[in-house]
T-cell receptor, first 113, second 113 residues
Framework: GENVEQHPSTLSVQEGDSAVIKCTYS??????FPWYKQELGKRPQLIID?????GEKKDQRIAVTLNKTAKHFSLHITETQPEDSAVYFC????????????FGTGTRLKVLA | DAGVIQSPRHEVTEMGQEVTLRCKPI?????LFWYRQTMMRGLELLIY????????DSGMPEDRFSAKMPNASFSTLKIQPSEPRDSAVYFC???????????FGSGTRLTVV
């Protein structure tokens, strides 16, 4: 069935360093890959997304890369700040015609000041 | 725009009682999703509706769970009878078909004692 694996489950970095979170998906028909940030006690919020016809997308300090052949996609955060500390979820949308997302298990990022 | 509105924010109930969670999607959105979040299982899709019609309810755990969407601006998730293992945060999310990216509500934290 559909599955999204996410690694690592926890990640600690020093402020100013970069953080990378990786996901793999199983459904080769997946065509949309959003990333959500969830702060403690709050709702998941969309921070960046990428579609299958694009290999990379950047928005200020965050970027996402996609390798469709390998069915991998990654989130990159540069110049990390304490406010980046949160749980990050990757997700993959199924084939065209289905709007549900399959979420990864989450990565708890801690940025140490 | 008020976003996706869920009620109640917190619910504490005794085992065996009926629980009803409510969601008002963003006006104009025609897809609505119910997710459950726990530490052990992460974000699980329970059911999703498109144009008020249930499309995929394969994530509904058992017959104790039911969901309805009587109109475009309201949905309910009902658990009857509730059990302690149903304790979780239940999120509702909505999106516009063909436009990617869910918006999540603030969630309902359910505790069954």
């Amino acid at each position: 069935g559909e599955n999204v694996e996410q690694h690592p489950s926890t990640l600690s970095v020093q402020e100013g360093d970069s953080a990378v979170i990786k996901c793999t998906y199983s459904d080769s028909a997946s065509n949309y890959f959003p990333w959500y940030k969830q702060e403690l006690g709050k709702r998941p919020q969309l921070i960046i997304d990428i579609r299958s016809n694009v290999g990379e997308k950047k928005d200020q300090r965050i970027a996402v890369t996609l390798n469709k052949t390998a069915k991998h996609f990654s989130l990159h955060i540069t110049e990390t700040q304490p406010e980046d500390s949160a749980v990050y979820f990757c997700a993959a949308q199924g084939a065209s015609g289905t709007y549900k997302y399959i979420f990864g298990t989450g990565t708890r990022l801690k940025v140490l000041a | 725009d008020a976003g996706v509105i869920q009620s109640p924010r917190h619910e504490v109930t005794e085992m065996g009682q009926e629980v009803t969670l409510r969601c008002k999607p963003i006006s104009g959105h025609n897809s609505l999703f119910w997710y459950r979040q726990t530490m052990m299982r992460g974000l699980e899709l329970l059911i999703y509706f498109n144009n008020n019609v249930p499309i995929d309810d394969s994530g509904m755990p058992e017959d104790r769970f039911s969901a309805k969407m009587p109109n475009a601006s309201f949905s309910t998730l009902k658990i009857q009878p509730s059990e302690p293992r149903d304790s979780a945060v239940y999120f509702c999310a909505s999106s516009l078909e063909g436009v990617y990216g869910y918006t999540f509500g603030s969630g309902t934290r359910l505790t069954v004692v």
